[in-house]
């Protein structure tokens, strides 16, 4: 079954257009392992989300013992619920056949995330997976993304705006999505005018300062889905103590709630 596909039947299935992100700080951790955490948090908000989002950093630094619970934690999550491996890979063609089979084959994310700055070669290796899905990083939630995304070509576009509409010339078996921060709202509501019935992988919301209103009013589709509100801390750490999994829950819930409230379901 095809990711958007899949995906949209979890938002609709759950009622949700929240993605939690699985991203384990160790210092931060109540429980000393990473697999147990993650599994704790999935129980208790795998009826309240559309995707779950590890970033690979998080687990790379950790060395073998954090990739063994990143793939443990892909292997676990219900198959009912897509997930989106954060790598932001973008290399060279012949390297990037090595990370899609690395993401799609070994890890088996449903999507990922990529870093287009390559060009069309560097992403069409991911392409090939035509199950799979891509998000391109277009406009990114980072206090700096504008040193080189707001960049004036001769036509007057700025590079955010390019990638938005070469990502939607690239789009041909309908697969590929944009990152867009919610740390810049009237971006993301140009992008939305864009790319109108493209996926919209929005973070920034909670611990970056992203507004909430603002990316689901600006992010959904004239449909009121196709888009992927991310929050990690947030829901990771509501709670440093034991009953982290149900401090996890109440947080997703209230995310999860206040979402809906603001695309008016």
Do not use: H
């Not at 995906?7 to 991203?23: F, I, P, T």
């Not at 392992?33 to 630094?61: H, Q």
């Amino acid at each position: 079954m095809r990711f958007v596909s899949r995906l949209l039947d979890a938002c609709r299935k759950n009622r949700s257009l929240l993605c939690v992100g699985l991203d384990p700080d160790p210092a931060k951790l109540p429980v000393k392992d990473v697999f147990e955490f993650n599994k704790a948090i999935i129980d208790a908000t795998a009826d309240l989300v559309c995707a779950y989002k590890p970033n690979l950093a998080f687990y790379e630094a950790m060395g073998v013992r954090g990739l063994q619970a990143l793939k443990k934690t892909v292997a676990y999550i219900p198959k009912n619920i897509p997930v989106i491996g954060d790598a932001k890979r973008g290399d060279i063609g012949n390297t990037a056949i090595a990370y899609a089979r690395a993401l799609f084959g070994y890890y088996k994310f449903d999507a990922v995330t990529l870093n287009p700055y390559l060009g069309y070669d560097s992403v069409e290796p991911f392409l090939d997976y035509k199950d799979k899905g891509v998000f391109v990083l277009c406009r990114t939630s980072n206090s700096s993304a504008c040193d080189f995304q707001d960049l004036v070509d001769n036509f007057g576009m700025k590079l955010y705006q390019s990638v938005a509409l070469r990502a939607g010339d690239w789009n041909k078996d309908g697969n590929i999505g944009l990152v867009v921060g919610a740390t810049y709202p009237e971006e993301l509501k140009e992008i939305r005018k864009l790319c109108p019935d493209m996926l919209l992988l929005i973070p920034g919301i909670g611990a970056q300062g992203g507004d909430l209103e603002s990316s689901v009013k600006y992010g959904i589709d004239t449909n009121k889905e196709r888009a992927v509100i991310v929050a990690a801390r947030q829901v990771l750490y509501a709670s440093p103590d034991k009953d982290y999994a149900q401090a996890a829950r109440q947080a997703a819930i209230e995310l999860r709630d206040s979402i809906n409230k603001f695309r008016g379901m």
